[in-house]
């Protein structure tokens, strides 16, 4: 499985390639901006003279304001210094990863992005891997597990922790002294996961980090903004982790992701999901054609995973047969981190890309799967 | 000496400061733009728009090109895929300092800006102090120390490293099987600087790293992009560890770059030299009236460091006396980061800001360090 390298390396083939092949890897907003966002972007030039005459500070609390708030998390701990405006939301994890102890034994969702599981290996941490089973039946990890980490919505699955689960894990964390860490980057697509997150976990009084992201909401060519918010009982080296990472985020990115929050819950929120829902319908019923479906039917998020039959090719021979087709999707064990093989079941396609683009990718994996079958079922011919 | 934080620490209080002190902490350009750049941060929808048109490796390679060529860098590897834009140097340094392998003895150029120590010191590096006096000697380190890190031109000194140096440095370092660090953050700012780098690494035959920033050079709210760029030659794991920190930087933020480095060698480089010069003049003349005097008076980057005499008050001092009168400047310990207390001696101030808040921050220094040499000189009335 090693040969596949990680998931981010198969993004970045997709996006520099030479050829022009259609890319539908990551799950970041490729799409051309409604005219809503259009304007707004015609704005910049004016955040861009607004960054030289308002404080920093008041900027990076109008825009924490603004995008927490349209994203229902009125708990946050806004204005209190304690949510970092960063980058990225990898560069947060990568932050919070840095500021757990070396040797810790952290819990992490399984399957989920491998990037996150790989910055805290990277950092020195022993990661043990809770499946969404154990999530939806509240079986908890114990200790000596130090932290759990739980990606909500789940990528590639797209499963929301429902509040009362969330709440739960926050009393036994606070019962055992484990920090909850939610990484809420997809957040802002599934209105099922904005629920206020920050009260749950205040409530419980356990130590909290949440992260979230700007990055996946909007076609904003990687201008975008990842937030490191923690509890104040907490008690991890985090300031000096970022300071070691960055200065500030940028003051014109800040306003960008406060105007089109704003548009968010404007009706931006409706006119993305109305996108990515059509995307999602011609998938499935593409595939449906060649006796294929979705994995995640209930999935709400930018990605579609596809169910590849244990009879059939794997994704792994599905991902190099498309890319020879010039399509480029994600295979699927990488995303199983501490599991690859079972992986290989799946295969994830983008759906945040206009609507051809999908159409044409999800008619040729179609292809694809149905060559790729007929040679699978009688390999000697 | 540990009360001080790091230098960024003391940065981000400066940026946050709700009393609106004077900022001279950062080396970056907080400035108004000049006509010129205000005609090219106009067009930024434009360039937004052609994100969405232009393949992503035509943009970041034509941004490669425009900026290292502006800066003198003919024989970077453009279009070899050994080029890796990042959201900053910082990220580009802490991607080395991943792909080092753990342990690894490392020599760090003393005194330089403490991140990058404490970046290289995360990951597990051991290091070894090189002097400026060795670099202008060529006393080069020799194994075990498998890797040579040299800030060029040096913050906050402004040394440059001459071309013959730097020949010498990299034939030693393929003589030894060494790689050559070099960390040209603030080239862009010093025409001596400038000399080709890659051709003098490339033709000693050595692995080499280069580190290239647009985030010193233009008043771009932290719009900017670091470059990682390496030899061919080269096994570290990098591209490995570029894809665990990001997919791609901002193709809004490349074109950006491009325009910018187009107006540098367009007269842009000299319009801004000219309002560093004068800064600095207004400090040195300034301090001067008390008997202080510039420790670098050659220096040619952004910021200066004025030399304190042994028998007044400390940087230490210094510093908390000026943050009382409202002006954040850096005092110089953590750049010393072997050792810290040969920075007491020296402060620093940001030269890339507006000429009346350069003036009057160095005139309230004059004043703090006047009213301490009296307390010092008489500590127990």
């Known amino acids: 499985m090693s040969e596949l390298g990680n998931l981010t390396t198969m993004e970045v083939d997709a996006l520099t390639d030479a050829d022009g092949g259609l890319n539908l890897t990551d799950g970041h907003a490729r799409l051309v901006l409604s005219p809503q966002q259009a304007a707004i972007v015609a704005r910049i030039p004016e955040m861009f003279a607004d960054a030289s005459r308002r404080p920093f500070r008041d900027i990076e609390r109008e825009a924490h304001a603004t995008f927490l708030h349209a994203l229902g998390q009125y708990s946050a701990p806004i204005g209190s210094g304690r949510i970092l405006s960063c980058y990225s939301s990898t560069l947060a994890t990568d932050i919070v990863a840095r500021a757990l102890p070396a040797g810790a034994r952290i819990a992490v969702l399984h399957p989920t992005f491998d990037n996150i599981a790989d910055l805290f290996i990277t950092r020195g941490l022993r990661l043990v891997p809770f499946s969404e089973a154990e999530l939806l039946d509240r079986d908890w990890p114990m200790p000596p597990v130090s932290a759990i980490v739980v990606t909500h919505p789940n990528n590639p699955t797209g499963l929301v922790t429902p509040e009362g689960h969330l709440r739960s894990l ?86 960008l ?125």
């Open 257 to 381: 992701v406060a105007a089109l929050a704003t548009d968010w819950i404007d009706g931006g929120y409706q006119r993305a999901r109305a996108l990515v829902d059509r995307n999602r319908a011609v998938v499935r019923d593409t595939v449906a054609e060649v006796g294929l479906r979705l994995a995640d039917p209930a999935s709400e998020i930018s990605v579609a995973r596809i169910e590849l039959p244990a009879n059939g090719p794997d994704s792994s021979l599905l991902y190099k047969d498309l890319l020879a087709r010039g399509v480029h999707v994600l295979p699927c064990p990488p995303f199983h981190w501490a599991d690859p093989a079972a992986g290989l079941r799946y295969i994830r396609v983008s759906l945040a890309r206009p609507f051809a683009a999908v159409q044409v990718a999800a008619q040729r994996l179609a292809q694809s799967y149905l060559e790729l079958s007929a040679a699978v079922a009688a390999p000697t011919r």
């Open 170 to 255: 926050a009393e036994h964390a606070a019962r055992h002294g484990q920090t909850v860490i939610v990484d809420a980057s997809f957040r802002g697509q599934v209105g099922a996961a904005q629920y206020d997150t920050y009260a749950v976990v205040g409530a419980a009084g356990t130590d909290w980090i949440v992260i979230e992201d700007t990055g996946k909401l909007w076609p904003t060519h990687e201008l975008k903004i990842g937030l490191l918010a923690y509890s104040e009982r907490t008690r991890l080296p985090i300031g000096r982790a970022f300071s070691e990472s960055l200065l500030s985020a940028s003051p014109v990115v800040l306003q």
